[in-house]
């Protein structure tokens, strides 16, 4: 008779799909099983991001000397991949002179947060909350 | 200097419409909200709409608002 295998501790299981879920916008739903929130986050997401850039924002760099750029460079991380992706390829230096530049930078951050309270979603229903 | 424009002339028109963003904004954020929050496909769709519809209107009804005032 086959020994079942122990199931992982449910933080732990938690700590993954958390990770999973901020490095890939909506990954953590889809490995949840949950096809139809993780599909939308995964296209949205990004797509939000990349408007961002497309307007001229700027993906900040962390600058502790101020304080609001380095808020806003942990808002933009929220994101995971794509921010990293931006960073090493070198999108979003940022237009300052373009009209739309700080609608970018409003995209960016605010894609950024969201993918945030998706990562706490999914933290939720790893834990059985949800 | 970005890598990623400059746009063509169509492109900066569209760009411009300070209401087409605002509702693209509302759009993307209603849609995450409205998953996150609501799990039946139903009220998905109604708090969605209705966020979207709260962010269009507090957009315009605060525009007329600052209309008076200087730049």
Known sequence: M??????????????????LAWVVPGAGHLWLGSRQKGTVFLVVLPLMYATGLWLGGQV??????????????????????????????????????????????????????????????????????? | M????????NEVVMLESHVGLMLLFACFVSLVLALLTKDDVKEQFRFGAMLFAGFAVTGVVLGWLMFPFPL
């Open chain 1, 2 to 19: 086959p020994r079942q295998q122990p199931k992982p501790p449910a933080s732990n299981l938690a700590a993954f799909v958390c990770t």
């Open chain 1, 60 to 130: 900040f760099a962390f600058d502790l000397s101020q304080p609001l750029v380095a808020l806003a460079a942990l808002a933009d991380l929220g994101i995971g991949a794509p921010y990293i992706i931006a960073r090493v390829a070198g999108f979003g230096e940022g237009r300052v002179v373009a009209v739309t530049y700080e609608y970018g930078n409003s995209f960016l951050v605010v894609a950024g947060l969201l993918n945030a309270l998706v990562v706490l979603d999914v933290y939720d229903i790893a834990l059985g909350r949800k």
């Open chain 2, 2 to 9: 970005s890598t990623i424009l400059p746009l063509d002339e």
